[in-house]
């Protein structure tokens, strides 16, 4: 399977406790995006990264977040001290030079 | 005012019909059109990807964008009880490939 993969698929965490995601793109994508996404709500934007740089945040993306991208390849997604707020699916996508947004199946975060 | 507007649904419509889902948008600064289909507990899945006005068909989905009146349409023909899922749209500017979701509306096609 050559798509976007996101693991794990579902993290159950105590509140307090750091998780993290990672998300492998699509190989020959450079772009790769993060958004959340509530239920009954479209996906947010996170933020994204064009290789290892990460060119925007959202005002989302509190001091709690952090999000890498090592090498421009795979981009780890880290949230500390989680609240049950932070609860929802986590989306990782990237994005053919046309522009075209492929997502991952998501990490879904539950926090109790 | 939200920069896109999605009726949330619920839509439900027996097999075989004609199902049409709309969303509006205020910037117009929003140049690329992209409907998504996202089944429960998945990620989105990229179904039309549009620029221009007028309207682009993909086996029985056609979609349709009205940049004059910021109005963007998606039709699927003969629906079938595998496409009941929350239909996503989203747009973008020129050089920001970020993209701006609706909330998705939730299809239901009955056998």
């Known amino acids: 399977d050559t798509g976007v993969s996101q693991d794990p698929r579902h993290k159950i965490t105590k509140r307090g406790q750091n998780v993290t995601f990672r998300c492998d793109p699509i190989s020959e994508h450079n772009r790769l995006y993060w958004y959340r996404q509530t239920l009954g709500q479209g996906p947010e934007f996170l933020t994204y990264?064009?290789?290892?740089?990460?060119?925007?945040k959202s005002r989302l993306l509190s001091d709690r977040f952090s999000a890498e991208r090592p090498k421009g390849s795979f981009s780890t997604l880290e949230i500390q001290r989680t609240e049950q707020g932070d609860s929802a699916m986590y989306l990782c996508?990237?994005?053919?030079?046309?522009?075209?947004?492929?997502f991952g199946e998501g990490s879904r975060l539950t926090v109790l | 005012q939200k920069e896109v507007e999605q009726d949330p649904g619920p839509l439900s419509v027996p097999e075989g019909a004609i199902v049409s889902l709309n969303c509006t948008y205020s910037n117009s600064a929003f140049q690329y059109f992209m409907w998504y289909r996202q089944y429960s507990r998945k990620g989105p899945e990229l179904l039309m990807y549009?620029?221009?006005?007028g309207n682009k068909e993909d086996g029985r989905f056609t979609a349709q964008v009205d940049k004059s009146s910021k109005y963007i349409s998606l039709f699927i023909r003969d629906s079938q009880p595998s496409d009941s899922a929350t239909y996503l749209c989203?747009?973008?500017?020129?050089?920001?490939?970020?993209?701006?979701f609706g909330k998705g509306t939730l299809l239901t096609v009955n056998p």
């Open positions: 996508a990237s994005s053919s030079p046309a522009g075209e947004l492929f």
């Open positions: 989203a747009m973008r500017g020129g050089s920001n490939y970020k993209l701006t």
């Open positions: 990264f064009q290789n290892e740089a990460q060119l925007e």
């Open positions: 549009t620029y221009s006005s």
